[in-house]
């Protein structure tokens, strides 16, 4: 276990588009307990491998309901309602973003030991599937985001959160 560095926007490898994960071996058990490491750290809601430099189709998920989801060569197979909120990104750090999303995701993806399963999300969950899932074909919310959020939100926000 330990952690692994966060590359941030700028950084090509954001933009490229992530292989499949073939073997299920140690080695890919080793990425992602390391993710989860440094999504823990980081405080995050979510991490996909090229985050962390790694072009291969991998992402965990943490909303702090269920624990850690990980999610290997995950595809997105419904996707229904829209929701509109602020969104953010390790990648993008001390950055907001409003983007409309899906209210409700579900995506077919294997576990660690390349067992195929399905997870349904609403709400954070979808948000965080979609976003996820985004990185992994070299895609930021930032591109989508129909406006950030400007530092007198951000101030609101982090005031916000730091009362709860
Ligand atoms: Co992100």
């Excluded at 602020?86 to 993008?92: A, D, N, R």
């Excluded at 992994?136 to 400007?150: C, F, K, P, S, V």
């Amino acid at each position: 276990m330990a952690l692994r560095n966060i590359v941030t926007v700028g950084d090509p490898i954001l933009k490229k588009k992530c292989r499949p994960v073939i073997l299920f071996d140690a080695k890919l058990h080793t990425l992602l307990d390391d993710m989860a490491d440094t999504l823990i750290e980081a405080n995050g809601v979510g991490l996909a491998a090229p985050q962390v430099g790694i072009l291969r189709r991998v992402v965990i998920v943490d909303t702090g309901d269920d624990g850690i989801v990980e999610m290997v060569n995950p595809k997105m197979i419904e996707k229904s309602g829209e929701q509109t909120g602020s969104e953010g990104c390790l990648s993008v750090p001390g950055e907001y973003g409003i983007v409309t999303r899906p209210m409700y995701a579900k995506v077919r993806a294997q576990d660690r030991f390349g067992k195929w399963f399905e997870i349904e999300g609403e709400e954070l969950m979808a948000r965080a599937f979609c976003h996820e899932l985004d990185h992994l074909d070299g895609h930021i919310y930032t591109e989508i985001a129909e406006r950030m959020l400007t530092p007198e939100e951000l101030q609101e926000m982090t005031a916000e959160a730091s009362e709860e």
